[in-house]
T-cell receptor, first 115, second 113 residues
Framework: AQSVAQPEDQVNVAEGNPLTVKCTYS??????LFWYVQYPNRGLQFLLK??????LVKGSYGFEAEFNKSQTSFHLKKPSALVSDSALYFC?????????????FGRGTSLIVHP | NAGVTQTPKFQVLKTGQSMTLQCAQD?????MSWYRQDPGMGLRLIHY???????DQGEVPNGYNVSRSTTEDFPLRLLSAAPSQTSVYFC????????????FGEGSRLTVL
């Protein structure tokens, strides 16, 4: 079975400060991990993914995420937040073993960047 | 690039009415799926398809029906609408690879009175 948890419903950060949106996962094997962003009244957009290799993954709009196998985490980060980063962020996981293509999504974290 | 196209964007139904939400993708993706998004519930998978002629149930399939007669189209049918089906519905497609990301439509907001 695969699952993902986003422990914070909402994250507040001031513009220009670094931001972190947390994600932890549970899989029976090794994971494929994804981050998506949803702006108001829009569909989800892919940000970045971890497949294998370097634990630090860089994605769109200056976002990056760090895969930590020992802590089963894949936290989303950005060095300097923008007001325009305010959106809903979803983490998703697929288990490499088991053969299921279907990803499991977290419940989402609302990021609010204050001017 | 059209990507994933959903219609209609908004719909109001009365309890008991039926309707179809349309989803089309022009990326030749094998995998297509329908989610509903409700406050505090995240995304819940309704039905999915791994290719033309193949469909399967997700987490919350009751009250919904799907078919996949072509690679491009994956309509979602509400058989007899209920207020509990008031939600925002998203169609998503993917290449059918475990490492691949999903591509989402813009959503269809449905209200059942």
């Amino acid at each position: 079975a695969q699952s993902v948890a986003q422990p914070e419903d909402q994250v507040n950060v001031a513009e220009g400060n670094p931001l972190t949106v947390k994600c932890t996962y549970s899989v029976s094997g090794n994971p494929y991990l994804f981050w998506y962003v949803q702006y108001p009244n829009r569909g989800l957009q892919f940000l970045l993914k971890y497949i294998t290799g370097d634990n630090l993954v860089k994605g769109s709009y200056g976002f990056e995420a760090e895969f930590n196998k020992s802590q089963t985490s894949f936290h989303l980060k950005k060095p300097s937040a923008l007001v325009s980063d305010s959106a809903l962020y979803f983490c998703a996981v697929r288990d490499r073993t088991g053969g299921s293509y279907i990803p499991t999504f977290g419940r989402g974290t609302s990021l609010i960047v204050h001017p | 690039n059209a990507g994933v196209t959903q219609t209609p964007k908004f719909q109001v139904l009365k309890t008991g009415q039926s309707m179809t939400l349309q989803c089309a993708q022009d990326m030749n993706h094998e995998y297509m799926s329908w989610y509903r998004q409700d406050p505090g519930m995240g995304l819940r998978l309704i039905h999915y398809s791994v290719g033309a002629g193949i469909t399967d149930q997700g987490e919350v399939p009751n009250g919904y029906n799907v078919s996949r007669s072509t690679t491009e189209d994956f309509p979602l049918r509400l058989l007899s609408a209920a207020p509990s089906q008031t939600s925002v519905y998203f169609c998503a497609s993917g290449r059918g690879e475990e490492t691949g990301e999903l591509f989402f439509g813009e959503g269809s907001r449905l209200t059942v009175l």
